[in-house]
Structures are given as structure tokens and as C-alpha cells.
């Protein structure tokens, strides 16, 4: 069996025990010790690592699993090594500072299924490399999520879509009103720490840099210790300033810009304006584009101000997503899509609609000469027009050539608009037009004070 040496800097971390491939030797043996730096390998007596998942400025992750459990369970053993030489209060202090994070992923990890179970988290002394000292590390136990993190996922299968990207939000902010309303700021949100489970769940890791608010006013803060990721975190962490809850918004909001444009969030951002450039990158709902941006506003109190306001904003403007496995992403066969219409694109198809069925109604009258018929024809090609609306087939420049072709049509053989002059069927045209502009508008309006009322 292969057993991963979890001692940084070991020269030879990988070593191999034949009698281990025996779990009854597995279970059983007291302790194997790394045959290159002589670092326990079964920790705490019970966890042995098997494989590095990454390593960072704070330690490490490995894959393990616990000998101690009925089918030996994968787990993830995280590594925190102090950096620096620290006197034993300071090592104390880390060792107090880490406990207390600890608890508060015990908490949340058994309250919410999308955030990993704690299972320990325990010290380890050992004799150092360097003659005559000691090397003191701490170590958390937490559930192993099988699947990929957003960052892995957006290399390997490419940008994310508009749909794909509301599901990403939806889900985390949910995540995040959970732990904002226990007093818990997350502070390192980013791709890599959001884990899509091989059934599709999303899971919001690495909570070590997590920062608990106590005895805080309603929307209070922490201050920050200046942990943080490059180019996610807002100016007043950066600054080492307080922490709020829109602070996690902020870093949300940029990682949803890198799944859309597919590129580093700091090429993202310009430095000479203090504003981020995205817009003309991607094609997504304007709606949208607008809650993410005042996701990323500057100052804290400028921004949405819970996670709970976010989601609201989102089901009034937005069509929720449907919530998709990660093994449909990418799949050949077709998948149904809601398709989600903002306001101006809805008043122009309004206008698009209203226009040309006068024009198809004009011509058709003088054709047929029964008005009877004529509407119900006019009203039946509406309809189709509509549909293709809604289905996106006709959009953007058509709503402008399709009427401009009928009206040239009706312009140039005369029969086709009777004895209507031809400014008299640009005035009903645009006449109806209008009309199915104020209708459409007013049936919006209707809508939005039912949705906020129920």
C-alpha cells in the first residue's frame, strides 16, 4: 500500500508497505513511520494518507482514509503549519485560533449538506529534521466530496453559459445565507474552492480562512487577517479592514465573471478606471449583468447587503435555473433551457409584433376581403411570430429586416394594400404597434406587483 508523507519539504514523501494491502494488518498495526524523514504516517492513530490533493501558503490536503471506520471512508486531511519560527505562545495561540475554526465547521458541516462534514482536528508533535527541536502541526479531518471544483471544470470543458452560471449562484448563495446568519464569513471564495460532487451537488470548501463574527451588530463584521485570494477579495479586505457579509458577495461575483469570460479575474479589472471591464465579453441577460455589478461595487455598503437579497432580486427579474447534473453539461442530446427576456427586448418584440401583423392584416384584406378571415389568419401568423420570439429564432436585427421587407413588399405592388394610401399603412402599422407596446407593458407591470405581493 502506499502511504503519502504529510511532513513538508520531506525529500521522499511516497512510501510503499507491502503488508498493508492486508486491511487486517492495516487495522491493526500501531504505526508506520516514513522511511525517508521518519514522520508518522497514520495519523492521530487512524488516518493514513494516500495521496497530495494541493498544497498552499497555509499547508497542505491530502486524500486519505480512515482505518478505523467499516469500509475505511475516503477523507480529506488538511495540513496547517504555522509559517515563520514561532515562540510556543504563538504556536499556542495558532493552535487556539485553529481549534476555534474547527468548531465552527463542526457546526455548520452537520447544519448544511452542502458544506463537508468536520470528522477531527487534533495536533501532531514530532521530532524536527534540524537536531535537538520539535516541528508541531495541525491537522483537520473533513468529508471527502468526490468530483471536480469549478476551477478544474472550466479548463478542461471551457466557458460556462449564462444558465449554467445562475445555477452557480443560486446555489452558493444559499450556501452563504446559511453561514452569514450563524456569523460566519467564508473571506476565499473562488472556483477552486466550489465543489460540483459527481451527482451534480455544488459544495463550498475550504472554510480555513473562515472568520467568526461574535457579539457584532445585525450585518456586522470582523476584522481581517489578511487572508485572501488574489484579485476575489474587495479593497476592504485587502486593506485588512473589517469583513461583512458582502464581502463573500464580492468574491462570489468574481468568480461567476471567470466561469462566463474564462479568464484571470485580474485581467478582468482595470486599475486606471477602479472598475471591471466584462460586459463586452460576454452576452448575458442585462438584469443580470447589473446584480453582478453591484455585487462588485467599491465600498461595502454600496453592494448587496445579504445573500437572502441577492436571491430575491434574482426570482423577480430573473427565470430560476433548472438545476442540471454536471454529467448533462456537455452532453450531445439537446437540453431544455429556460430562456429569460429583458424589458427592452420584450417591448420591441412587442413593437415588432404589433407591426407587422398590421401589415400582413392590410395585405391579407386586400386579398381576401373578408375581415373575418383576415384576422384570423393575422392572428394565427402573430402567434407564429411570437413563438419564434420566444424560441429566439427571430431576435436582435431581424425584428428590424422582417418588417422592413413586408413594408417594402406592400410598398411596391400596390394591389397588395388595396385602396389604403401607403402613408395610411405606415400610420396603422406603427398605431398598432404602439398599442401592443402598452399592452405588453402593462400586462409586466401586472405580473411584477403579483410576484411581489405573493
Same mark, same amino acid.
Given at each position: 500500500m502506499e502511504v503519502y508523507c504529510t511532513r513538508p519539504h520531506c525529500p521522499r514523501p511516497q512510501n510503499y508497505f507491502a503488508d498493508l494491502d492486508d486491511i487486517t494488518t492495516l487495522k491493526t498495526?500501531?504505526?508506520?513511520?516514513?522511511?525517508?524523514?521518519?514522520?508518522?504516517?497514520?495519523?492521530?492513530?487512524?488516518?493514513?494518507?494516500?495521496?497530495?490533493?494541493?498544497?498552499?501558503?497555509?499547508?497542505?490536503?491530502?486524500l486519505a482514509r480512515d482505518r478505523r471506520i467499516p469500509g475505511m471512508r475516503s477523507c480529506v486531511v488538511k495540513q496547517f503549519q504555522p509559517v515563520g519560527n514561532l515562540t510556543p505562545t504563538q504556536l499556542q495561540l495558532a493552535q487556539q485560533l485553529f481549534e476555534r475554526e474547527a468548531e465552527v465547521l463542526a457546526q455548520i458541516g452537520d447544519e448544511h449538506e452542502q458544506i463537508p462534514d468536520l470528522y477531527a482536528f487534533f495536533p501532531v508533535i514530532v521530532p524536527s529534521l534540524q537536531l535537538g527541536q520539535e516541528d508541531q502541526f495541525f491537522y483537520l479531518v473533513q468529508e471527502y466530496i468526490d468530483g471536480q471544483n469549478?476551477?478544474?471544470?472550466?479548463?478542461?470543458?471551457?466557458?460556462?453559459?449564462?444558465?449554467?452560471?445562475?445555477?452557480?449562484?443560486?446555489? #452558493?448563495?444559499?450556501?452563504?445565507?446559511f453561514v452569514h446568519e450563524r456569523g460566519i464569513i467564508h473571506r476565499d471564495i473562488k472556483p477552486s474552492n466550489i465543489m460540483r460532487r459527481r451527482d451534480g451537488k455544488l459544495f463550498l470548501l475550504d472554510f480555513g480562512a473562515v472568520k467568526q463574527v461574535t457579539n457584532a451588530p445585525a450585518g456586522g463584521a470582523g476584522s481581517s487577517t489578511g487572508i485572501f485570494s488574489m484579485g476575489f477579495a474587495p479593497p476592504e479586505q485587502m486593506a485588512g479592514n473589517q469583513v461583512f457579509p458582502s464581502t463573500d458577495l464580492y468574491a462570489l461575483a468574481v468568480?461567476?465573471?471567470?466561469?462566463?469570460?474564462?479568464?484571470?479575474?485580474?485581467?478582468?479589472?482595470?486599475?486606471?478606471?477602479?472598475?471591471?471591464?466584462?460586459?463586452?465579453?460576454?452576452?448575458?441577460?442585462?438584469?443580470?449583468?447589473?446584480?453582478?455589478?453591484?455585487?462588485?461595487?467599491?465600498?461595502?455598503?454600496?453592494?448587496?447587503?445579504?445573500?437572502?437579497?441577492?436571491?430575491?432580486?434574482?426570482?423577480?427579474?430573473?427565470?430560476?435555473?433548472?438545476?442540471?447534473?454536471?454529467?448533462?453539461?456537455?452532453?450531445?442530446?439537446?437540453?431544455?433551457?429556460?430562456?429569460?427576456?429583458?424589458?427592452?427586448?420584450?417591448?420591441?418584440?412587442?413593437?415588432?409584433?404589433?407591426?407587422?401583423?398590421?401589415?400582413?392584416? #392590410?395585405?391579407?384584406?386586400?386579398?381576401?376581403?373578408?375581415?373575418?378571415?383576415?384576422?384570423?389568419?393575422?392572428?394565427?401568423?402573430?402567434?407564429?411570430?411570437?413563438?419564434?420570439?420566444?424560441?429566439?429564432?427571430i431576435e436582435k436585427f431581424d425584428l428590424l429586416i422582417i418588417p422592413a421587407i413586408t413594408f417594402g413588399i406592400i410598398f411596391f405592388v400596390p394591389f397588395l394594400r388595396g385602396s389604403i394610401l401607403i402613408q395610411q399603412a405606415i400610420v396603422l402599422a406603427v398605431a398598432a404597434g404602439l398599442v401592443a407596446i402598452a #399592452?405588453?407593458?402593462?400586462?409586466?407591470?401586472?405580473?411584477?406587483?403579483?410576484?411581489? #405581493?405573493?
Open positions: 498495526t500501531q504505526q508506520k513511520y516514513c522511511t525517508s524523514c521518519g514522520m508518522p504516517l497514520m495519523l492521530d492513530g487512524r488516518y493514513v494518507t494516500i495521496k497530495l490533493l494541493g498544497r498552499g501558503g497555509f499547508g497542505a490536503a491530502f469549478l476551477e478544474e471544470e472550466l479548463v478542461q470543458k471551457g466557458k460556462f453559459s449564462e444558465q449554467q452560471v445562475l445555477e452557480v449562484l443560486q446555489e #452558493i448563495l444559499k450556501v452563504l445565507k468568480t461567476i465573471l471567470t466561469l462566463l469570460t474564462g479568464q484571470e479575474a485580474k485581467t478582468l479589472f482595470d486599475a486606471y478606471s477602479n472598475q471591471w471591464q466584462w460586459r463586452r465579453q460576454v452576452n448575458v441577460n442585462p438584469h443580470l449583468a447589473d446584480i453582478l455589478d453591484k455585487m462588485l461595487l467599491p465600498a461595502a455598503n454600496q453592494r448587496f447587503q445579504s445573500a437572502d437579497e441577492v436571491l430575491n432580486v434574482l426570482s423577480r427579474q430573473l427565470i430560476p435555473p433548472t438545476v442540471l447534473p454536471q454529467s448533462n453539461r456537455h452532453s450531445q442530446s439537446p437540453v431544455q433551457t429556460h430562456n429569460t427576456f429583458s424589458t427592452w427586448e420584450l417591448l420591441s418584440g412587442a413593437a415588432f409584433s404589433g407591426f407587422e401583423g398590421a401589415l400582413i392584416a #392590410i395585405a391579407l384584406l386586400s386579398l381576401l376581403h373578408s375581415p373575418a378571415i383576415t384576422l384570423s389568419i393575422a392572428f394565427v401568423i402573430v402567434g407564429l411570430l411570437v413563438f419564434a420570439q420566444t424560441k429566439r429564432w #399592452i405588453t407593458a402593462l400586462f409586466r407591470l401586472i405580473y411584477k406587483l403579483l410576484s411581489l #405581493i405573493l
